[in-house]
């Protein structure tokens, strides 16, 4: 009885095609993407848990809706100032990870989710050297002690401070009492402009003066402008603030 009738298994990328002489490369296993790394199970797990302990603790929306529009902006930023796709797209899986360490503690939940996305990427089959650009990326993203340590970071400092607008707040009755909930809630617009010929990236905010005033805004985000115009600056442009069409810096 014959168990396996083909014969020994031939390495596939070279089955029916090698020639004498020639090495061809091997087939490694598929990179992983973006869209795989959104649909595994653990990332949705990790993603979703995160968001569920700030809701416990009220903080704004830190969900699917908030990683997945962090993801597309940093791989955009990349890609438009003319950045590998690869590295653009380490950008959109460090876009999408970044907040994870939310589940674990708010506090130092850069560093933590660092960690986390670890082990994740490891499983998944990301090359190591991927994974330590990936990871640096998401232990710098906070304002508070991160630092644009490479191209991949900096992307994802610009595209997660950019995020401010009024579909974060998870109670619109809360506007009253809570700083952060009125100022994102008075965002009817934010849009992250990057002119790659003029070398600037400009943060667009159309403000509701009327919920919040733009004071507020500065009285919250100003150390997240700082962290956005560093992160410009390390990837060879300028940073730029306008609110309701006027320029602030
Ligand atoms: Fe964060
Ligand atoms: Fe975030």
New binding site residues.
């Given amino acids: 009885m014959t168990l396996n009738p083909a014969g020994p298994r031939r390495h596939a990328a070279n089955a029916g095609t090698s020639v004498p002489g020639v090495v061809e490369p091997v087939t490694t296993a598929k990179a992983v993407t973006f869209e795989t790394l959104r649909e595994h199970p653990r990332v949705k797990i990790y993603v979703r848990k995160a968001d569920e302990a700030l809701a416990e603790i009220g903080y704004t929306e830190?969900g699917e809706r908030h990683v997945g529009l962090v993801a597309h902006i940093a791989y955009n930023i990349l890609k438009r100032l003319g950045h590998p796709e690869r590295d653009a797209q380490l950008a959109a899986i460090a876009g999408y990870l970044?907040?994870i360490g939310?589940a674990v503690n708010r506090d130092h939940?850069?560093q933590t989710g660092a960690v986390m996305a670890m082990q994740l990427l490891h499983e998944m089959g990301l090359p190591d050297a991927e994974v330590v650009r990936v990871i640096g990326a998401i232990g710098n993203?906070?304002e508070n002690d991160g630092d644009p340590v490479s191209a991949v970071a900096a992307a994802v400092i610009l595209a997660?401070k950019s995020d401010v607008h009024r579909t974060r707040v998870r109670n619109p009755d809360m506007i009253k009492f809570d700083i952060h909930d009125r100022v994102n809630y008075a965002v009817e617009k934010s849009f992250l402009n990057v002119d790659e010929a003029a070398k600037q990236i400009t943060l667009e905010l159309t403000i509701d003066t009327a919920i919040s005033q733009v004071m507020e805004y500065f009285e919250i985000f100003m150390t997240r402008m700082l962290a956005s115009r560093k992160a410009a600056k390390f990837l060879g442009t300028s940073f730029g603030l306008t609110v309701n069409g006027n320029r602030l810096t």
């Fill in positions: 830190h970044h907040d939310n939940h850069a993203h906070h997660d």
